[in-house]
């Protein structure tokens, strides 16, 4: 038999000559944005914006278009979501011109001492298991916003998810991914094989999976509102399933449980207002950073740069070095926020960046005395709703509390340990909280409603989104799809510190010799594959009066409208 070879010339041709996927013109693959008229959801689930766009046609508005794709991302994205977690949201009150912020999130356990840990020899609060459950704050966050602003009666507003858990629903495949990943991580906890493992195994992409106990669970809360949850028969088994686990959060915990209206905070950008919620949450360093690299000329430094790259990079060690010391719940102390976002402080901080080296440490500044889903709606009527939730850690703790269909949040892990720190333990305390929504006016008028969901990276993807569409120009799909910068390193609000200048994680995208710049500057590159969240986001177009959408390419997610 002759053999046919066939030699393969590799042609080097300048990266410049692939300057574009698509129309266009950037060298990023991308798609276009989705407008509609009279209403938009964005979620990291097709499901669920399907589910918001019912409810939105059915006569519901976006509070009560959000709360029903929330829920159904509970059941259809578990690996992220669930009412065993927080919630926060900013709303638009088109009626009332003005932006709203909801703190949702849970307290930990009265009866848990820091003593205990302590005791136990605990350096630092365990990621699983009965100690990081803090109460669960999404149900009372879903009536808080229904009460002040809902339309429709919550039992039409929750069927969506109730049929969905009885009838089932084909698993899609980054969440299908998460399950395996997630359940092999909680398979031991129990009832976790139960729910999550139908036939011993979780279920693979496409596969129909049910959580009828989630449906009984979500028909309760259903007849019995918000005090079924926390006052009623679903706060006795949680509080009877975390006695039996060793853990301490009980049916008083539950009972006290409320969520705040809170001001939102903001600063300005280029004339654009960013708006995010004060802590417990980590929202204002998102802030504190765009306050940084408003002192520079971003735009003209172009997209991808490693001059832009490195002044980012810079700005976030700078914000995270505040966060790590003074973020924390302000019913138990003094948040300097003001000071923390205010221009004079930026300038400051911005100081300290040597605009050729990275550095290898930051303090943090001197103040006087001081897996997550995220979705986004809007309705005909000009209300929008800028929603994220979260177990934290993915899947959450692996308590999953017997007949209930879901798993209680470990987001207690977020404490600290140290004595005196900001965020140290304390019975009845909200812990640091990475979820946070965000919203951008124009004004004083609303233009985008966004969230990056992940960690750390939340902050981040904030800003990188707002550079990309103010300084950079891009479209509101676009902004998502660009490749993306994840510095990891910082102090931890924990207390815990990490390596010194840490690392800078790069999505694949960026030049060949832009990596070998920022490498000559002193920081330390790593490719990685994931960790580069998740993005949603809804602009207004105020002269053609229509609905701009967008959606997370790295997920299973969707934007709709009509």
Request: a neutral charge.
């Amino acid at each position: 038999m002759k053999r046919i070879f066939f030699l393969l010339f590799v042609v080097c041709i300048p990266v410049s000559v692939f300057s574009q996927d698509r129309i266009t013109g950037h060298d990023f693959a991308t798609r276009s944005e989705v407008i509609a008229r009279n209403g938009m959801a964005a979620t990291s689930q097709p499901l669920a914006t399907q589910v918001a766009l019912d409810i939105l046609k059915k006569g519901g508005n976006a509070i009560d278009a959000a709360i029903a794709a929330n829920a159904v991302l509970g059941l259809v994205e578990p690996t992220g979501a669930g009412i065993g977690g927080d919630l926060f949201a900013l709303i638009w009150s088109a009626e009332k011109g003005k932006l709203y912020g909801l703190n949702a999130s849970g307290r930990s356990p009265r009866s848990l001492k820091l003593e205990y840990f302590k005791e136990k020899g605990y350096e630092f609060i365990p990621s699983y298991g009965p100690l990081p459950v803090s109460v669960p704050g999404c149900v009372d966050g879903w009536y808080e916003m229904h009460d002040m602003f809902g339309r429709l009666p919550m039992k039409d507003v929750l069927q969506p998810a109730i049929s969905y858990a009885r009838e089932g629903f084909p698993v899609s495949e980054v969440i299908a991914y998460y399950l395996d990943k997630g359940t092999q991580i909680l398979k031991e906890y129990p009832n976790i094989k139960q729910v999550y493992m139908p036939g011993g195994k979780a279920p693979v992409k496409g596969q129909i999976f049910k959580n009828l106990l989630l449906a009984n669970t979500l028909e309760k809360i259903v007849k019995g509102g918000r005090n079924e949850f926390y006052r009623g028969s679903i706060a006795r088994v949680i509080e009877s399933f975390m006695k039996k686990q060793g853990g301490f959060l009980t049916y008083d915990d539950m009972a006290r449980h409320h969520s705040e209206w809170i001001e939102p905070v903001s600063t300005s950008y280029r004339g654009y207002d960013v708006w995010e919620l004060p802590p417990n949450g980590q929202g204002i360093a998102a802030l504190q950073m765009l306050n940084i690299l408003e002192g520079y000329d971003i735009a003209s430094m172009g997209y991808g740069s490693a001059d832009y790259i490195h002044l980012f990079t810079e700005a976030k060690k700078l914000a995270f070095e505040d966060r790590a010391k003074y973020y924390a719940d302000p019913r138990f102390t003094k948040v300097p926020v003001a000071q923390l976002i205010s221009k004079k402080y930026a300038a400051e901080r911005r100081k300290l960046i040597d605009p050729e080296k990275a550095a290898k440490v930051y303090e943090a500044g001197i103040v006087e005395a001081g897996n997550t889903v995220y979705l986004t709606v809007a309705d005909k009527y000009g209300n929008i709703v800028s929603l994220i939730q979260s177990n934290y850690r993915g899947m959450g703790s692996g308590m999953c509390p017997t007949g209930l269909g879901f798993v209680l949040q470990d987001r207690g892990e977020m404490f600290s340990l140290e004595q005196g720190h900001a965020n140290v333990y304390a019975p009845g305390k909200r812990p640091f909280n990475t979820i946070i929504p965000a919203f951008i006016t124009k004004n004083k008028k609303p233009w985008v409603s966004f969230g990056v969901m992940g960690g750390d990276m939340q902050p981040q993807g904030h800003v990188q989104i707002v550079v990309n569409l103010i300084d950079f120009k891009m479209n509101l799909q676009e902004a998502g799809d660009a490749p993306r910068i994840h510095h990891v390193g910082s102090s931890e609000p924990t207390g815990q510190q990490m390596t010194d200048g840490g690392i800078l994680l790069l999505e694949s995208g960026f030049r060949t010799e832009v990596i070998q710049k920022l490498m000559s500057m002193g920081h330390v590159i790593q490719w990685d594959l994931g960790g580069y969240g998740g993005y949603q986001a809804i602009m207004w177009d105020e002269k053609n009066k229509v609905w701009y959408g967008a959606s997370e390419s790295r997920k299973d997610g969707q934007a709709a409208g009509y």
